[in-house]
T-cell receptor, first 116, second 113 residues
Framework: DAGVIQSPRHEVTEMGQEVTLRCKPI?????LFWYRQTMMRGLELLIY????????DSGMPEDRFSAKMPNASFSTLKIQPSEPRDSAVYFC??????????????FGPGTRLTVL | GQQLNQSPQSMFIQEGEDVSMNCTSS?????WLWYKQDPGEGPVLLIA?????ELTSNGRLTAQFGITRKDSFLNISASIPSDVGIYFC?????????????FGKGTKLTVNP
């Protein structure tokens, strides 16, 4: 999880509530990725940004999900309203300019979301 | 969409044994990668492969990029207890301006001391 802070680490909420997950890259980067991990579907890319601009959001499941990257040091993933099927571990990952590649990704520790 | 078939789903081995796992796909990938995930942590990159036929080692780990670009394998030699975890393969396909990774479902490795 070098270079990425995620908060909160655990979130328990009730169906219908708004949930905001946060990602703060520590080190320099030019790409930022949001993933969701479940037992059934494995690790899935939701959206990724290049220089703070969303490039591919085809993995965002539905309009209840939105992601923003207001600056190079911060990104949020919001679910509104949340549903039990959104329960999963959400990861933020970055790729660093020094690698010059988007495949070399460094993952944060994840946020475990439980929607009751 | 692209899918990766990773096998086996789980392995139970004795310390000191060698391990082999693989990924196949019907799609061609530009890059193959192998990640390891420990409980409560995010995946950590182990090996990246960039050319068809490439064979790369990282300590006791060896991975190969298949000639057809549709498969890859990972070998772990002389396993130790800290090898326990879930291993994921991932492929990158650069297409239509997108450079996303597609992940396999993982191989859960248990090493008995």
């Amino acid at each position: 999880d070098a270079g990425v802070i995620q908060s909160p680490r655990h979130e328990v909420t009730e169906m219908g509530q708004e949930v905001t997950l946060r990602c703060k890259p520590i080190s320099g980067h030019d790409y930022l990725f949001w993933y969701r991990q479940t037992m059934m579907r494995g690790l899935e890319l939701l959206i990724y940004f290049n220089n703070n601009v969303p490039i591919d959001d085809s993995g965002m499941p539905e309009d209840r999900f939105s992601a923003k990257m207001p600056n190079a040091s911060f990104s949020t993933l919001k679910i509104q309203p949340s549903e039990p099927r959104d329960s999963a571990v959400y990861f933020c990952a970055i790729s660093t300019p020094s690698s010059g590649r988007t495949d070399t990704q460094y993952f944060g520790p994840g946020t475990r979301l439980t929607v009751l | 969409g692209q899918q990766l078939n990773q096998s086996p789903q789980s392995m139970f081995i004795q310390e000191g044994e060698d391990v082999s796992m693989n990924c196949t796909s019907s799609s061609i990938f530009n890059t193959w990668l192998w990640y390891k995930q420990d409980p409560g942590e995010g995946p950590v990159l182990l090996i990246a492969l960039y050319k068809a036929g490439e064979l790369t080692s990282n300590g006791r780990l060896t991975a190969q990029f298949g000639i057809t670009r549709k498969d890859s394998f990972l070998n772990i030699s002389a396993s130790i207890p800290s090898d326990v975890g879930i291993y994921f393969c991932a492929g990158q396909l650069i297409q239509g301006g997108s450079e996303k990774l597609v992940f396999g479902k993982g191989t859960k490795l248990t090493v008995n001391p």
